[in-house]
């Protein structure tokens, strides 16, 4: 099985409940969150035949889809209810580096998951905090000065339903 982040950006933001009442019904896509930034949602995609599903690439508005597959069948977490104050962190490493860098973020209280990928970055990490405030400086004191790191971009989630 193939395990796959697809950040998905729409033309429009009144495009994105739609979007996400028929993600209900695709059964490749395990969880999704809607997030504030360079992107509208983050998918988890879990499927048997590899890629971006035709579904999610034909959601109405779609603008852009990024997929990052998952290597060597590392465990991704799913958004954990109930929902914590999270973000999705696209992060570019040194390649000499990259599994340290791996490994410190696991290590840090509040990281739910980081995985090697394949497509634009080096790793997606999920990661969680007690408020938005200290999710920003976890993010920014802890993870963002780690050596090896070069480049970090957050993708913050927000609960769509209580918009």
């Known amino acids: 099985m193939n395990t796959i982040y697809a950040v998905v950006k729409f033309t429009h933001s009144d495009k994105l409940i739609p979007a996400v009442e ?11 969150d809607a997030v504030e930034g360079q992107a509208d949602l983050v998918l988890l995609i879990r499927s048997q ?24 069948g590392e465990e991704c977490a799913s958004t954990p209810k109930p929902l914590p104050i999270r973000a999705y962190l696209l992060i570019d490493t040194a390649p000499e580096q990259q599994e340290t860098v791996r490994k410190a973020i696991l290590a840090l209280p509040g990281t739910l998951s980081c995985v090697k990928v394949r497509g634009g970055c080096d790793l997606v990490a999920l990661v969680k905090g007690e408020t938005l405030s200290a999710l920003k400086q976890t993010i920014s004191r802890k993870i963002r000065l780690l050596d090896g790191v070069l480049r970090l971009k957050p993708h913050y989630a927000f609960n769509i339903k209580q918009l």
């Open 22 to 32: 028929r993600l209900e019904s695709c059964k490749d896509v395990e969880s999704w």
């Open 49 to 72: 035949s590899g890629g971006v599903s035709d579904a999610v690439r034909q959601l109405d508005g779609v603008k852009r889809v990024s997929a990052y597959e998952v290597l060597n």
